[in-house]
Protein backbone atom coordinates (compact mmCIF):
# COMPACT_ATOMS: atom_id res chain seq x y z
CA UNK A 1 0.00 0.00 0.00
CA UNK A 2 2.64 2.43 0.95
CA UNK A 3 4.48 1.80 -2.73
CA UNK A 4 1.38 2.54 -4.48
CA UNK A 5 1.11 6.59 -2.15
CA UNK A 6 4.82 6.38 -2.82
CA UNK A 7 4.07 6.19 -6.48
CA UNK A 8 1.26 8.74 -6.11
CA UNK A 9 3.39 11.14 -4.61
CA UNK A 10 5.89 11.00 -7.16
CA UNK A 11 3.57 11.09 -10.21
CA UNK A 12 2.23 14.01 -8.65
CA UNK A 13 5.50 15.98 -8.18
CA UNK A 14 6.35 14.94 -11.59
CA UNK A 15 2.92 16.62 -13.00
CA UNK A 16 3.43 20.07 -10.99
CA UNK A 17 6.70 20.66 -12.78
CA UNK A 18 5.04 20.38 -16.05
CA UNK A 19 1.71 22.33 -17.29
CA UNK A 20 -1.45 23.44 -15.81
CA UNK A 21 -3.23 21.74 -18.67
CA UNK A 22 -1.09 18.54 -18.35
CA UNK A 23 -2.14 18.49 -14.72
CA UNK A 24 -6.02 18.79 -15.74
CA UNK A 25 -6.17 16.01 -17.73
CA UNK A 26 -4.29 13.71 -15.22
CA UNK A 27 -7.09 14.77 -12.80
CA UNK A 28 -9.84 14.70 -14.89
CA UNK A 29 -9.08 10.74 -16.06
CA UNK A 30 -8.51 10.57 -12.51
CA UNK A 31 -4.78 9.46 -13.23
CA UNK A 32 -4.00 11.51 -10.04
CA UNK A 33 -5.78 12.96 -7.67
CA UNK A 34 -6.62 17.00 -7.19
CA UNK A 35 -6.17 16.27 -3.89
CA UNK A 36 -2.51 14.35 -4.57
CA UNK A 37 -1.58 17.32 -6.66
CA UNK A 38 -2.18 20.37 -4.22
CA UNK A 39 -0.32 17.94 -1.17
CA UNK A 40 2.74 17.81 -3.37
CA UNK A 41 2.27 22.26 -4.37
CA UNK A 42 1.93 22.25 -0.66
CA UNK A 43 5.41 19.85 -0.29
CA UNK A 44 7.56 21.98 -2.79
CA UNK A 45 6.67 25.29 -1.45
CA UNK A 46 7.66 24.02 2.17
CA UNK A 47 10.56 22.33 0.99
CA UNK A 48 11.83 25.80 -1.39
CA UNK A 49 9.89 28.66 -0.15
CA UNK A 50 12.30 28.99 2.81
CA UNK A 51 15.24 30.35 -0.09
CA UNK A 52 12.86 31.60 -2.75
CA UNK A 53 10.31 33.81 -0.19
CA UNK A 54 7.57 34.11 -2.80
CA UNK A 55 5.05 33.43 -0.45
CA UNK A 56 3.07 35.44 2.26
CA UNK A 57 0.22 33.98 3.32
CA UNK A 58 -1.06 29.88 2.47
CA UNK A 59 -4.71 28.61 2.19
CA UNK A 60 -3.83 25.05 2.91
CA UNK A 61 -6.79 24.40 4.44
CA UNK A 62 -9.32 26.21 1.79
CA UNK A 63 -6.81 23.85 -0.85
CA UNK A 64 -7.36 20.74 0.61
CA UNK A 65 -11.10 21.16 1.14
CA UNK A 66 -11.32 22.03 -2.58
CA UNK A 67 -9.36 19.19 -3.80
CA UNK A 68 -11.13 17.25 -1.34
CA UNK A 69 -14.08 18.00 -3.41
CA UNK A 70 -13.19 18.16 -6.89
CA UNK A 71 -12.23 14.58 -6.35
CA UNK A 72 -15.53 13.77 -4.53
CA UNK A 73 -17.35 14.78 -7.70
CA UNK A 74 -14.72 12.77 -10.00
CA UNK A 75 -15.64 9.48 -7.67
CA UNK A 76 -19.59 10.73 -8.97
CA UNK A 77 -18.93 10.74 -12.22
CA UNK A 78 -20.54 14.63 -13.10
CA UNK A 79 -20.47 15.75 -16.43
CA UNK A 80 -19.90 19.05 -15.55
CA UNK A 81 -16.35 19.06 -13.77
CA UNK A 82 -14.93 17.16 -16.31
CA UNK A 83 -15.49 20.11 -19.12
CA UNK A 84 -13.20 22.58 -16.58
CA UNK A 85 -10.06 23.28 -18.17
CA UNK A 86 -7.87 23.94 -14.97
CA UNK A 87 -9.32 21.31 -13.10
CA UNK A 88 -7.15 20.70 -9.95
CA UNK A 89 -4.33 22.97 -11.12
CA UNK A 90 -3.20 24.84 -7.72
CA UNK A 91 -2.61 28.44 -8.67
CA UNK A 92 -1.84 31.41 -6.14
CA UNK A 93 -1.79 35.23 -6.88
CA UNK A 94 0.10 38.33 -5.94
CA UNK A 95 -1.06 39.66 -2.72
CA UNK A 96 -2.31 42.85 -3.85
CA UNK A 97 -5.70 40.26 -4.80
CA UNK A 98 -8.56 40.09 -2.58
CA UNK A 99 -8.69 36.51 -0.97
CA UNK A 100 -11.56 35.67 1.47
CA UNK A 101 -10.57 35.48 4.71
CA UNK A 102 -6.46 36.57 3.95
CA UNK A 103 -5.42 40.70 4.47
CA UNK A 104 -4.62 42.41 1.25
CA UNK A 105 -1.72 43.83 2.37
CA UNK A 106 -0.18 44.96 -1.09
CA UNK A 107 3.21 44.62 -0.20
CA UNK A 108 2.58 47.15 2.81
CA UNK A 109 3.13 47.45 6.56
CA UNK A 110 0.18 49.67 6.99
CA UNK A 111 -2.61 47.38 4.85
CA UNK A 112 -1.70 44.38 6.73
CA UNK A 113 -3.44 46.36 9.89
CA UNK A 114 -6.50 45.86 8.17
CA UNK A 115 -9.20 43.28 8.53
CA UNK A 116 -9.25 40.09 6.00
CA UNK A 117 -11.10 40.54 2.74
CA UNK A 118 -14.76 39.28 3.08
CA UNK A 119 -14.65 37.93 -0.36
CA UNK A 120 -12.75 36.62 -3.60
CA UNK A 121 -11.82 38.75 -6.08
CA UNK A 122 -13.53 38.11 -9.40
CA UNK A 123 -10.32 36.63 -11.28
CA UNK A 124 -9.64 34.59 -8.27
CA UNK A 125 -13.32 33.51 -8.67
CA UNK A 126 -13.40 33.00 -11.99
CA UNK A 127 -9.93 30.78 -12.13
CA UNK A 128 -12.01 28.49 -9.50
CA UNK A 129 -14.43 28.05 -11.31
CA UNK A 130 -12.31 26.50 -13.97
CA UNK A 131 -11.38 24.28 -11.51
CA UNK A 132 -8.39 25.52 -10.60
CA UNK A 133 -7.32 25.49 -6.65
CA UNK A 134 -6.00 28.40 -4.96
CA UNK A 135 -2.75 27.59 -2.42
CA UNK A 136 -1.73 31.12 -1.37
CA UNK A 137 -0.66 34.47 -1.65
CA UNK A 138 2.75 35.97 -3.50
CA UNK A 139 5.13 38.75 -2.57
CA UNK A 140 5.33 41.91 -4.28
CA UNK A 141 7.17 45.53 -4.31
CA UNK A 142 5.40 47.45 -1.86
CA UNK A 143 1.88 49.21 -3.08
CA UNK A 144 3.62 47.14 -6.55
CA UNK A 145 5.85 49.87 -6.90
CA UNK A 146 9.23 48.80 -8.23
CA UNK A 147 10.64 46.26 -10.48
CA UNK A 148 13.16 44.23 -8.20
CA UNK A 149 10.63 42.23 -5.16
CA UNK A 150 13.21 43.27 -2.44
CA UNK A 151 10.21 44.20 -0.32
CA UNK A 152 11.56 45.68 3.02
CA UNK A 153 8.65 43.96 5.31
CA UNK A 154 8.57 40.61 4.09
CA UNK A 155 11.84 40.29 2.52
CA UNK A 156 13.51 39.82 -1.20
CA UNK A 157 12.00 37.18 -3.42
CA UNK A 158 15.09 35.66 -4.63
CA UNK A 159 14.96 34.42 -8.32
CA UNK A 160 15.00 30.34 -8.48
CA UNK A 161 17.69 30.04 -10.83
CA UNK A 162 20.51 31.73 -8.96
CA UNK A 163 19.25 33.02 -5.58
CA UNK A 164 21.65 35.59 -5.27
CA UNK A 165 19.83 37.62 -8.13
CA UNK A 166 15.97 38.88 -7.85
CA UNK A 167 13.13 37.83 -9.48
CA UNK A 168 12.01 40.61 -11.14
CA UNK A 169 9.24 43.01 -9.83
CA UNK A 170 6.48 44.19 -8.68
CA UNK A 171 4.83 40.80 -9.16
CA UNK A 172 8.02 39.22 -7.97
CA UNK A 173 7.09 36.43 -6.17
CA UNK A 174 4.11 35.09 -8.73
CA UNK A 175 7.14 34.78 -10.74
CA UNK A 176 9.44 33.20 -9.33
CA UNK A 177 7.15 31.08 -7.56
CA UNK A 178 6.46 29.63 -11.36
CA UNK A 179 10.20 28.96 -11.97
CA UNK A 180 10.78 27.25 -8.54
CA UNK A 181 7.95 24.81 -9.13
CA UNK A 182 5.53 25.48 -6.62
CA UNK A 183 2.73 26.32 -8.95
CA UNK A 184 2.05 25.89 -12.57
CA UNK A 185 -0.53 28.63 -12.42
CA UNK A 186 0.09 32.76 -10.95
CA UNK A 187 -2.26 36.22 -11.30
CA UNK A 188 -0.16 39.33 -11.08
CA UNK A 189 -0.31 42.92 -11.94
CA UNK A 190 1.49 44.71 -14.55
CA UNK A 191 1.38 48.90 -14.35
CA UNK A 192 4.54 49.50 -15.73
CA UNK A 193 5.81 45.95 -16.41
CA UNK A 194 5.21 44.39 -13.48
CA UNK A 195 4.48 40.88 -15.08
CA UNK A 196 6.93 41.11 -17.79
CA UNK A 197 9.86 42.19 -16.10
CA UNK A 198 9.47 39.16 -13.45
CA UNK A 199 8.95 37.12 -16.61
CA UNK A 200 12.00 37.95 -18.34
CA UNK A 201 14.28 37.95 -14.87
CA UNK A 202 12.58 34.62 -13.44
CA UNK A 203 12.44 32.50 -17.45
CA UNK A 204 8.77 32.32 -17.52
CA UNK A 205 5.93 33.47 -19.77
CA UNK A 206 3.25 36.39 -18.70
CA UNK A 207 0.52 37.97 -20.51
CA UNK A 208 -0.48 41.58 -20.25
CA UNK A 209 -3.52 41.77 -21.69
CA UNK A 210 -5.33 44.79 -23.28
CA UNK A 211 -6.00 47.67 -20.98
CA UNK A 212 -9.49 47.34 -20.17
CA UNK A 213 -10.03 43.83 -20.70
CA UNK A 214 -9.67 41.75 -17.59
CA UNK A 215 -11.45 43.13 -14.43
CA UNK A 216 -9.55 45.23 -11.43
CA UNK A 217 -12.20 45.13 -8.75
CA UNK A 218 -11.24 43.00 -5.65
CA UNK A 219 -7.27 43.91 -6.16
CA UNK A 220 -5.32 47.19 -4.72
CA UNK A 221 -4.89 49.60 -7.12
CA UNK A 222 -1.72 51.82 -7.71
CA UNK A 223 -2.48 53.73 -10.78
CA UNK A 224 -6.08 53.41 -12.01
CA UNK A 225 -4.99 54.67 -15.75
CA UNK A 226 -2.51 52.71 -16.10
CA UNK A 227 -2.85 48.84 -13.81
CA UNK A 228 -3.43 45.71 -15.67
CA UNK A 229 -4.35 42.25 -14.17
CA UNK A 230 -2.93 39.18 -15.88
CA UNK A 231 -1.43 35.73 -15.60
CA UNK A 232 1.74 34.17 -15.61
CA UNK A 233 2.48 30.56 -16.50
CA UNK A 234 5.29 27.89 -17.89
CA UNK A 235 4.04 27.39 -21.45
CA UNK A 236 1.81 29.52 -23.86
CA UNK A 237 -1.36 27.12 -23.84
CA UNK A 238 -1.79 27.55 -20.49
CA UNK A 239 -1.67 31.84 -20.64
CA UNK A 240 -4.42 31.30 -22.72
CA UNK A 241 -6.78 29.03 -20.78
CA UNK A 242 -6.19 31.73 -17.73
CA UNK A 243 -7.31 34.41 -19.90
CA UNK A 244 -9.70 32.90 -21.58
CA UNK A 245 -11.16 32.11 -18.25
CA UNK A 246 -11.18 35.53 -16.45
CA UNK A 247 -12.57 37.36 -19.50
CA UNK A 248 -15.86 39.29 -19.44
CA UNK A 249 -16.66 42.49 -18.05
CA UNK A 250 -17.68 43.73 -14.45
CA UNK A 251 -19.97 47.07 -13.76
CA UNK A 252 -17.48 47.69 -10.35
CA UNK A 253 -14.10 48.41 -12.52
CA UNK A 254 -15.46 51.39 -14.98
CA UNK A 255 -11.95 50.67 -17.01
CA UNK A 256 -13.21 47.26 -18.38
CA UNK A 257 -14.97 47.34 -21.34
CA UNK A 258 -18.09 45.40 -22.33
CA UNK A 259 -16.72 43.49 -24.85
CA UNK A 260 -17.91 39.89 -26.22
CA UNK A 261 -15.50 37.24 -24.71
CA UNK A 262 -12.87 36.47 -27.38
CA UNK A 263 -11.18 33.01 -27.05
CA UNK A 264 -7.68 32.36 -28.02
CA UNK A 265 -7.29 28.79 -27.20
CA UNK A 266 -9.14 27.50 -30.10
CA UNK A 267 -6.35 28.93 -32.21
CA UNK A 268 -3.13 29.41 -30.37
CA UNK A 269 -2.29 26.50 -32.71
CA UNK A 270 -2.91 27.46 -36.15
CA UNK A 271 0.04 28.26 -38.18
CA UNK A 272 1.82 31.80 -38.34
CA UNK A 273 2.38 31.65 -41.64
CA UNK A 274 1.19 35.24 -43.73
CA UNK A 275 1.47 37.33 -39.93
CA UNK A 276 2.95 40.75 -40.88
CA UNK A 277 6.14 40.71 -37.90
CA UNK A 278 8.10 43.14 -37.12
CA UNK A 279 11.00 44.34 -34.69
CA UNK A 280 10.96 47.63 -32.87
CA UNK A 281 14.34 49.16 -33.02
CA UNK A 282 15.16 53.06 -31.61
CA UNK A 283 14.82 53.13 -28.43
CA UNK A 284 13.87 49.29 -27.82
CA UNK A 285 17.61 48.48 -29.09
CA UNK A 286 19.49 51.41 -27.83
CA UNK A 287 18.32 50.60 -24.40
CA UNK A 288 19.04 46.84 -24.66
CA UNK A 289 21.90 45.21 -23.46
CA UNK A 290 23.62 42.27 -25.55
CA UNK A 291 22.21 39.77 -24.32
CA UNK A 292 18.87 40.90 -24.56
CA UNK A 293 19.61 41.65 -28.72
CA UNK A 294 20.59 38.50 -29.03
CA UNK A 295 17.38 37.03 -27.61
CA UNK A 296 15.18 39.36 -29.97
CA UNK A 297 17.32 38.12 -33.24
CA UNK A 298 16.85 34.69 -32.23
CA UNK A 299 13.44 35.10 -32.27
CA UNK A 300 13.17 37.01 -34.73
CA UNK A 301 14.96 34.93 -37.03
CA UNK A 302 12.59 31.90 -36.10
CA UNK A 303 9.20 34.08 -37.11
CA UNK A 304 11.65 35.16 -40.03
CA UNK A 305 11.03 38.80 -38.96
CA UNK A 306 12.49 41.47 -41.17
CA UNK A 307 10.70 44.34 -41.29
CA UNK A 308 12.13 47.50 -38.85
CA UNK A 309 9.86 49.46 -37.12
CA UNK A 310 10.70 52.89 -35.24
CA UNK A 311 8.48 54.17 -32.91
CA UNK A 312 8.47 57.95 -32.32
CA UNK A 313 8.90 59.82 -28.92
CA UNK A 314 9.32 56.86 -27.05
CA UNK A 315 11.33 58.30 -24.68
CA UNK A 316 8.62 61.41 -24.13
CA UNK A 317 6.39 57.97 -23.40
CA UNK A 318 8.15 56.36 -20.47
CA UNK A 319 8.33 60.15 -19.11
CA UNK A 320 4.49 60.60 -19.15
CA UNK A 321 4.41 57.14 -17.56
CA UNK A 322 6.85 57.59 -14.84
CA UNK A 323 4.68 61.62 -14.35
CA UNK A 324 1.79 59.76 -14.25
CA UNK A 325 2.57 57.00 -12.03
CA UNK A 326 3.54 59.41 -9.32
CA UNK A 327 0.93 61.82 -9.15
CA UNK A 328 -1.86 58.55 -9.23
CA UNK A 329 -0.15 56.55 -6.71
CA UNK A 330 0.96 59.41 -3.79
CA UNK A 331 -2.83 60.86 -4.79
CA UNK A 332 -3.95 57.36 -3.81
CA UNK A 333 -1.81 56.91 -0.69
CA UNK A 334 -1.85 60.74 0.99
CA UNK A 335 -3.78 60.35 3.68
CA UNK A 336 -1.40 57.75 4.95
CA UNK A 337 2.02 60.05 3.87
CA UNK A 338 0.79 62.77 6.06
CA UNK A 339 0.61 60.92 8.93
CA UNK A 340 2.14 57.56 8.77
CA UNK A 341 5.42 57.99 6.32
CA UNK A 342 7.44 56.54 8.69
CA UNK A 343 5.56 52.99 7.77
CA UNK A 344 6.14 53.43 4.17
CA UNK A 345 9.41 51.66 2.26
CA UNK A 346 11.67 54.30 2.09
CA UNK A 347 12.19 54.51 -1.50
CA UNK A 348 8.31 54.20 -2.19
CA UNK A 349 7.79 56.91 0.37
CA UNK A 350 10.03 58.90 -1.52
CA UNK A 351 8.74 58.15 -5.01
CA UNK A 352 4.91 58.97 -3.95
CA UNK A 353 6.25 62.64 -1.51
CA UNK A 354 8.00 63.39 -5.18
CA UNK A 355 4.30 62.86 -6.98
CA UNK A 356 2.67 64.83 -4.93
CA UNK A 357 4.60 67.82 -5.35
CA UNK A 358 4.12 67.67 -9.17
CA UNK A 359 2.27 70.26 -11.10
CA UNK A 360 -0.84 69.64 -12.10
CA UNK A 361 0.05 71.10 -15.65
CA UNK A 362 2.71 68.57 -16.02
CA UNK A 363 0.50 65.74 -15.33
CA UNK A 364 -1.96 67.37 -18.26
CA UNK A 365 1.05 67.56 -20.57
CA UNK A 366 1.97 64.10 -19.74
CA UNK A 367 -1.66 62.28 -20.12
CA UNK A 368 -1.28 64.43 -23.57
CA UNK A 369 1.86 63.05 -24.79
CA UNK A 370 0.04 59.25 -23.97
CA UNK A 371 -2.67 60.18 -25.90
CA UNK A 372 -0.28 61.45 -29.44
CA UNK A 373 1.96 58.48 -29.08
CA UNK A 374 -0.98 56.05 -28.73
CA UNK A 375 -2.21 57.32 -31.97
CA UNK A 376 1.28 57.05 -33.36
CA UNK A 377 1.75 53.77 -32.45
CA UNK A 378 -1.47 52.80 -33.72
CA UNK A 379 -1.01 53.68 -37.12
CA UNK A 380 2.24 51.27 -37.13
CA UNK A 381 -0.50 48.61 -37.28
CA UNK A 382 -1.83 49.24 -40.42
CA UNK A 383 2.08 47.45 -41.74
CA UNK A 384 2.60 44.78 -39.06
CA UNK A 385 0.36 42.27 -37.10
CA UNK A 386 3.32 41.66 -33.92
CA UNK A 387 6.25 43.02 -33.21
CA UNK A 388 8.87 41.73 -30.90
CA UNK A 389 11.22 43.23 -28.29
CA UNK A 390 13.21 43.13 -25.65
CA UNK A 391 11.74 42.52 -22.24
CA UNK A 392 14.60 43.71 -20.18
CA UNK A 393 17.48 45.29 -20.46
CA UNK A 394 19.48 42.81 -19.19
CA UNK A 395 19.49 39.87 -16.57
CA UNK A 396 18.32 39.70 -13.83
CA UNK A 397 21.01 41.78 -11.71
CA UNK A 398 22.42 40.18 -7.77
CA UNK A 399 19.94 41.35 -5.02
CA UNK A 400 20.65 44.80 -3.86
CA UNK A 401 22.50 46.41 -6.77
CA UNK A 402 22.00 50.12 -7.37
CA UNK A 403 23.73 50.73 -10.86
CA UNK A 404 23.80 48.64 -13.89
CA UNK A 405 25.32 49.45 -17.09
CA UNK A 406 23.42 48.84 -20.56
CA UNK A 407 25.94 49.61 -23.86
CA UNK A 408 28.28 51.49 -21.82
CA UNK A 409 25.82 53.81 -19.85
CA UNK A 410 25.89 53.68 -15.89
CA UNK A 411 22.05 53.98 -15.01
CA UNK A 412 19.68 52.96 -11.70
CA UNK A 413 18.91 49.40 -11.99
CA UNK A 414 15.79 49.64 -9.76
CA UNK A 415 13.67 51.71 -12.45
CA UNK A 416 15.49 51.10 -15.21
CA UNK A 417 14.80 47.43 -15.04
CA UNK A 418 11.37 49.42 -16.93
CA UNK A 419 13.17 50.74 -19.77
CA UNK A 420 11.33 48.46 -22.39
CA UNK A 421 8.07 48.14 -20.89
CA UNK A 422 6.71 50.96 -19.54
CA UNK A 423 5.91 52.62 -22.63
CA UNK A 424 3.99 49.75 -23.82
CA UNK A 425 2.01 50.15 -20.54
CA UNK A 426 1.73 53.87 -20.69
CA UNK A 427 -0.95 53.06 -24.08
CA UNK A 428 -2.62 49.68 -23.07
CA UNK A 429 -1.11 46.92 -25.93
CA UNK A 430 -1.33 43.27 -24.96
CA UNK A 431 2.00 41.67 -24.99
CA UNK A 432 3.50 38.30 -23.80
CA UNK A 433 6.74 38.21 -22.33
CA UNK A 434 8.32 34.72 -23.63
CA UNK A 435 11.61 33.26 -21.94
CA UNK A 436 15.02 32.79 -23.99
CA UNK A 437 17.62 31.21 -22.74
CA UNK A 438 21.21 31.01 -23.72
CA UNK A 439 21.92 33.94 -24.12
CA UNK A 440 23.63 34.31 -20.92
CA UNK A 441 25.56 31.72 -18.95
CA UNK A 442 23.12 30.68 -16.65
CA UNK A 443 20.06 32.92 -16.96
CA UNK A 444 17.06 33.26 -18.97
CA UNK A 445 16.07 36.97 -21.10
CA UNK A 446 12.70 37.71 -22.30
CA UNK A 447 11.29 39.05 -25.35
CA UNK A 448 8.08 41.17 -26.09
CA UNK A 449 5.43 39.86 -28.28
CA UNK A 450 3.07 42.94 -29.47
CA UNK A 451 -0.18 43.30 -31.00
CA UNK A 452 -2.54 46.21 -31.43
CA UNK A 453 -5.59 46.04 -28.63
CA UNK A 454 -7.28 43.24 -28.36
CA UNK A 455 -5.38 41.15 -30.30
CA UNK A 456 -4.18 38.52 -27.27
CA UNK A 457 -4.87 35.66 -29.94
CA UNK A 458 -1.88 36.78 -31.97
CA UNK A 459 0.48 37.40 -28.86
CA UNK A 460 -0.09 33.76 -27.39
CA UNK A 461 -0.34 32.12 -31.57
CA UNK A 462 3.61 33.31 -31.81
CA UNK A 463 4.26 32.82 -28.62
CA UNK A 464 3.14 28.80 -29.05
CA UNK A 465 4.85 28.61 -31.79
CA UNK A 466 8.07 29.58 -30.47
CA UNK A 467 7.66 27.44 -27.74
CA UNK A 468 6.90 24.02 -30.21
CA UNK A 469 9.86 25.38 -32.20
CA UNK A 470 11.77 25.32 -28.89
CA UNK A 471 13.21 28.49 -29.49
CA UNK A 472 11.74 29.39 -26.20
CA UNK A 473 11.07 27.52 -22.90
CA UNK A 474 10.42 28.13 -19.00
CA UNK A 475 11.71 25.34 -17.18
CA UNK A 476 11.82 24.65 -13.19
CA UNK A 477 14.92 25.68 -11.58
CA UNK A 478 17.16 23.35 -10.31
CA UNK A 479 17.91 23.42 -6.46
CA UNK A 480 20.98 26.12 -6.62
CA UNK A 481 22.62 26.69 -3.42
CA UNK A 482 21.67 28.91 -0.61
CA UNK A 483 22.84 32.60 -1.14
Not at 31 to 50: F, N, Q
Not at 292 to 302: D, E, I, N, P
Amino acid sequence: MSTTADEASTSAAQLLAGSAHGIADAVRSRRVSATAIVEASLARIAASDGAVNAFTDLTADRARKRAAAIDAELARGGDRIDARPLLGVPFAVKNLFDVAGVTTRAGSKIERERPPALKDGPLVARLEQTGAVLVGALNMDEYAYGFTTENTHDGPTRNPHDLTRVAGGSSGGSAAALSAGQVPLTLGSDTNGSIRVPSSLCGVFGLKPTYGRLPRNGSYPFVASLDHLGPFARTALDLALSYDAMQGVDREDPACVDRPIEPTVARIGERIEGLRIGVLDGWFHDNAGPEARAAVARVAQSLGARTVVTWPDVEAARAAAFLISNSEGAALHLPDLRTRAADFEPLSRDRFLAGALLPAAWIVQAQGVRRSFALRVAASFRDVDVLIAPATPCVAPPIGTAWISINGRRVPARPSLGLLTQPISCIGLPVCAVPVWGCHETMPIGVQIIAAPWREDLVLRVAHHLQMAGVVSAPVATSPPSP
